[in-house]
T-cell receptor
Framework: QQQVKQSPQSLIVQKGGISIINCAYE??????FPWYQQFPGKGPALLIA?????SEKKEGRFTISFNKSAKQFSLHIMDSQPGDSATYFC????????????FGKGTKLSVKP | EPEVTQTPSHQVTQMGQEVILRCVPI?????FYWYRQILGQKVEFLVS????????KSEIFDDQFSVERPDGSNFTLKIRSTKLEDSAMYFC??????????FGSGTRLTVV
């Protein structure tokens, strides 16, 4: 019940396309859902986060869609660029933005020029 | 932009030796964390620290692990007697009120 399931494991998208990564959870006590971007040899960097009282949040080319009833949330990257090539992790927390994070297994995104 | 600084970037140690991983969190943050990532796998929570004490720890964080904030700026993770399976990337993170974590670039620990 503590798991966050992430798919797909890897994703190849053409430059300018839309990248979509999905996550699902079971524990309804989760109250904070961030997405992290990680480049090789670096730590995860917070991209965007959402709380369960909101169905969508957009920041630039990145959008989180949140479906509370289905217990799913997804990251959409519009106009994907080669510089977006990285590993993306979804996560969930029961303690808000300070709580310990349960991470998904990650999605390796490759954006082809 | 403020950063979380971790040292060393890479540490090689013999099995059974003690290691100390060091972190300097962002100065006005109050919550501190250690996570680890075994190569190619997901990031796993180890421990959180607030108000000079452990607030939460995972099953991974057994008696071989300890954390300390020895002064106003450093935050350390000690592994008393390292095992081969402790080889991983260790990330320190800190958090301020109302916003999420900032992770450091990590320390790659290799136990031989």
């Amino acid at each position: 019940q503590q798991q966050v399931k992430q798919s797909p494991q890897s994703l190849i998208v053409q430059k300018g396309g839309i990248s979509i990564i999905n996550c699902a959870y079971e524990n309804t006590a989760f109250d904070y859902f961030p997405w992290y971007q990680q480049f090789p040899g670096k730590g995860p960097a917070l991209l965007i986060a959402i709380r369960p009282d909101v169905s969508e949040k957009k920041e630039g080319r990145f959008t989180i869609s949140f479906n509370k009833s289905a217990k799913q949330f997804s990251l959409h990257i519009m106009d994907s660029q080669p510089g977006d090539s990285a590993t993306y992790f979804c996560a969930a927390s029961m303690g808000g933005s300070q709580g310990n994070l349960i991470f998904g297994k990650g999605t390796k995104l490759s954006v082809k020029p | 932009e403020p950063e979380v600084t971790q040292t060393p970037s890479h540490q090689v140690t013999q099995m059974g030796q003690e290691v100390i991983l060091r972190c300097v969190p962002i100065s006005n943050h109050l919550y501190f964390y250690w996570y680890r990532q075994i190569l190619g796998q997901k990031v796993e929570f180890l421990v959180s620290f607030y108000n000079n004490e452990i607030s939460e720890k995972s099953e991974i964080f057994d008696d071989q692990f300890s954390v300390e904030r020895p002064d106003g700026s450093n935050f350390t993770l000690k592994i008393r007697s390292t095992k081969l399976e402790d080889s991983a990337m260790y990330f320190c993170a800190s958090s301020g009120a109302g916003w999420g974590y900032t992770f450091g670039s990590g320390t790659r620990l290799t136990v031989v």
